[in-house]
Nanobody, 122 residues
């Protein structure tokens, strides 16, 4: 069992930045691929980014490429999502997820955090 806890969400103006953190406990963190998904009100959950267990492989959704960066520190069991140049359409609840392998589908991940609200508004 893996427990995931997100932090770092909040309200930010368009063009601003935020960094989300997700800290894991329960199993060997480096064994798990990690991902961020998001879900806006009235919409389905969508893939944002993933990173492999070693950190050597990353991938991003087209709508965040060049603006968001996923990273991980296996020494402190934490994955991060740095979000720059935020837009109102980035407003959503952001979830971190852990799985056995990288993927872009929510069903490929076994463990989920509780979510962190990110609101981009002036």
């Amino acid at each position: 069992q893996v427990q995931l806890v997100e932090s770092g969400g909040g309200l930010v103006q368009p063009g601003g930045s935020l960094r989300l953190s997700c800290t894991a406990s329960g199993r060997t963190f480096s064994n798990y691929a990690m991902a961020w998904f998001r879900q806006a009100a009235g919409k389905e959950r969508e893939f944002v980014a993933y990173i492999s267990g070693s950190g050597g492989s990353e991938s991003y959704a087209a709508f965040v490429k060049g603006r968001f960066t996923i990273s991980r520190d296996n020494g402190v069991n934490t994955v991060y999502l740095r979000m720059n140049s935020l837009k109102p359409e980035d407003t959503a609840v952001y979830y971190c997820a852990a799985g056995q392998a990288v993927g872009v589908e929510a069903a490929e991940y076994d463990y989920w955090g509780q979510g962190a609200q990110v609101t981009v508004s002036s």
